[in-house]
């Protein structure tokens, strides 16, 4: 913590030019890692509220789900294909 404040307020010496690599390096400040930790945080927390969205939205439908079948009561199975006219000994080959 202290560190980061003392390279945050380090002024450059007389002596240290701005061509100089080294004094470029000695003057950079030190990666926040406090923002990272609030980000990350952040990121967390949002993708927790939407996983659990996510259930609760799929718990309801599931239930709207009921309440309908249970409102329409029993069905007829509906057929998938349309009935064939071939004769009965006809050969199909799918493709």
Not at 3 to 17: E, F, H, Q
Not at 41 to 67: P, S
């Amino acid at each position: 913590m202290e560190v980061d404040r003392v390279m945050s307020s380090r002024i450059l010496a007389t002596g240290d030019s701005l061509s100089d690599p080294g004094a470029a390096m000695s003057a950079r400040r030190a990666f926040p890692l406090r923002t990272l930790m609030v980000c990350f945080t952040v990121w967390l927390i949002a993708t927790e509220v939407l996983i659990f969205n996510q259930i609760k939205f799929d718990a309801k439908a599931e239930l709207l789900e009921q309440a309908a079948r249970a409102l329409r009561g029993p069905q007829d199975v509906v057929p998938t294909e349309q009935p064939s006219n071939l004769p009965r000994g006809a050969k199909m080959e799918r493709l």
